[in-house]
């Protein structure tokens, strides 16, 4: 069965103060790892998707990375409007090779950034 | 850029009673999924659709069905509805080849 662990559940960060924000996961297959930003009562956000170990993405103040194990999502002098719920999730490709799609969400990280 | 369309965005039912979710998929996108999202939790999927076959099924009580129409848009009925299934219910549509699953606003439904 899949997993997706994140930590830490909550973050408060002081205005342009950089972190990092961890996902582990346990998947058979990785076809991708996504990571969303999610605000209250609004749907998930797409912001990277990331295929394979080694691979690094970036926009804006945000950088995704990945390895086998884990992804990180690097917040590089964050704004208030940062602040929101980042939601990490994977996709498991079956033991055909074919994906049905469906995500594991971990359980998020609560972003609080203050002016 | 056009995005996922769900209706209604809010919706107040009583115990017992039955609700139908709509969702209106990204143009030419082939998948569709529904999720669940209870107060402070992850979303849990419960079901989806590649080219309007059922393709996956996860948490899904057999009180809810779903289906997907030849314009690819999609419905999740609900029945006998139990205050637990208040919760903000997603739809998110994909290419199958492409993977990312892009999501709606949600629907709330309170069941009192």
């Known amino acids: 069965e899949d997993q997706v662990t994140q930590s830490p559940e909550a973050l408060r960060l002081q205005e342009g103060e950089s972190s990092s924000l961890n996902c582990s996961y346990t998947?058979?297959?990785?076809?991708?790892l996504f990571w969303y930003r999610q605000d209250p009562g609004k749907g998930p956000e797409f912001l990277f998707t990331?295929?394979?170990a080694g691979e690094e993405k970036e926009k804006e103040r945000l950088k995704a990375t990945l390895t086998k194990k884990e992804s990180f999502l690097h917040i590089t002098a964050p704004k208030p409007e940062d602040s929101a719920t980042y939601l990490c999730?994977?996709?498991?490709?079956?033991?055909?090779?074919?994906?049905?799609?469906?995500?594991?969400f971990g359980q998020g990280t609560i972003l609080t950034v203050h002016p | 850029a056009a995005g996922v369309i769900q209706s209604p965005r809010h919706l107040i039912k009583e115990k017992r009673e039955t609700a139908t979710l709509k969702c209106y998929p990204i143009p030419r996108h082939d998948t569709v999924y529904w999720y669940q999202q209870g107060p402070g939790q992850d979303p849990q999927f419960l079901i989806s659709f590649y080219e309007k076959m059922q393709s996956d099924k996860g948490s899904i009580p057999d009180r809810f069905s779903a289906q997907q129409f030849s314009d690819y848009h999609s419905e999740l009925n609900m029945s006998s509805l139990e205050l637990g299934d208040s919760a903000l219910y997603f739809c998110?549509?994909?290419?199958?080849?492409?993977?990312?699953?892009?999501f709606g606003q949600g629907t709330r439904l309170t069941v009192v």
């Open positions: 990331l295929y394979s």
């Open positions: 998110a549509s994909s290419l199958e080849s492409t993977a990312t699953a892009f």
């Open positions: 998947v058979s297959g990785l076809r991708g």
């Open positions: 999730a994977v996709q498991d490709n079956n033991a055909g090779g074919t994906s049905y799609g469906k995500l594991t």
